[in-house]
């Protein structure tokens, strides 16, 4: 179920809707805290926000 809104949040950030792919991140986050897909959208997120420290924390949980 985790993989579904992961892959889910990466297309509706692809699509721009950036309030739907946070929600569907944070869905896929709760249910697997290490989901790939959905910490890839959350630091993107948190990227395109200035929120550098936000975005870094989220990529390390994905390759260290």
Known sequence: KANIYGLMSKIYFSMQDYKKALEMAQISNRINSSQYDSLITLGN????DNNYKSALAYYKKIYF
């Open 45 to 48: 997120l948190s990227y395109k």
